[in-house]
């Protein structure tokens, strides 16, 4: 007999094409209800939501007053316009990202995914060079960092750098000047931990010294490169390159879809090295993870360069028909809320230590090659020979078998190639980090035991 959970099964493989996933490989994983940290499947087996649903969930699933706030808003209205039009709920979001935010960023252009919010930025940033006082039109290129990535639309692609993702789009895409990866823990020959920091900025100074006068804006993910595998920039880089970038008159646009709202410990990862870059982008967990939704932050003298009367054209000709979905906004508001009511940044360093406490043993495991962590943000990097820091062959997908196993201990994760990832919602307990944390030492012995297959 079929049931309706095969049914499921079947037609999720034939029907729904999944985003960055080998259909004819893909085994459904179907999550039919969720309550806090914990996610149900259709046989209803429990497993912790050990990456937040891919970066995004804040408060844990299901969290009543964010329930409440979107029923309250469905009560009211469920889409209004942003173009030309608004609505209360909408206003007072922007509004409190504006008082939340670093000081200058005084004006939020909404869409509804990450992407968009660095479309939005990028377009921001060209326009802005065309049409303020002194224009200085020959501003068109972006600078980008190396295996850089910034959502999956062709100008967010332009300036991302994962080659496995990219390349196949490269003639699709504008040419941007590329810096290295300013990685900490993987240093190019002859440069040490503590000589890291100066030689990536240099690296940049040079290229800044080169092209500044084509450049619009560096777009940059600040502290940590999410989707390269966690990779963490050096103390104090981001605060290097907004003091470049000022010097050399170019913009900088910060891309905190991932590492924003909480996760490194602090509401923005721009707070960290006090940095105010001219456009801030947010996504993910903007609305606690449960709808759709994402910000572009403006300073005022960008927006200044965009007024004028209908007739001289300085508008911002662009926008999403969902762009501030009240809806959205008001899991957004409730989410801020939660962070307040729960004090949920002020339990984050005890997590984050309970976590790192957990994983310790792994740092003398032979097939871990660095373990690192700022706030709930952490990566296992697995390598074949810790020593010399061979990696294993790409296509055993280690990682992934990690993740198989703790699967099978009911705890969900994705990884990033050969890095295994543990990113919880914010909201995550004592006890489900240390089921985390043991289902991920378990199953790195368990993917690593074996090196012939
Ligand atoms: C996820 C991500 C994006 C893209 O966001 P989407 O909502 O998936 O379009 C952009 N930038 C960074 C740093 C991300 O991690």
Redesign the pocket.
Known sequence: MTTAHDELHAWDRQHVWHAFTQMAEYTPFIVERAHGCTLFDTHDQPYLDGVSS??CNVHGHNHPRINQAIRDQLDQVSHVTSLGASNPTTIRLARRLVERSPAELQHVFFA???????EVALKIAFQYWQQRTDPKPEKTRYLAFQQA?????LG?VSVGGVDRFHNMFRPLLFDVVRAPIPDRHHLPKGVTPQSANDFYLQELEALLKTHHQQLAAVVI?PLI???AGMVFHPEGFYREVRNLTRRFDVLLIA?????GWGKTGTLFASEQEQVCPDLL?L??GLAGGYL?L?ATLATTPLWEAFLGSHADSRTFYHGHTFSGNPLAAAAALATLDVFDEEETLRHIPEKARLLSDYLAPLASHPHVGDIRQRGLITAIELVRDREQGEPFVWSERRGQRVCDFALSRGVWLRPLGDVVVVMPPLAIQPDELQQIADAVRDGIDHATSCLTD
Request: contains cysteine; negative net charge.
């Open positions: 891919l970066w509804s995914d990450g992407a968009a919010a660095v990535y910034h959502g999956d639309t967010s993910e490169q999410a989707a891309d905190e879809v991932a590492v982008c996504g993910k759709p994402s």
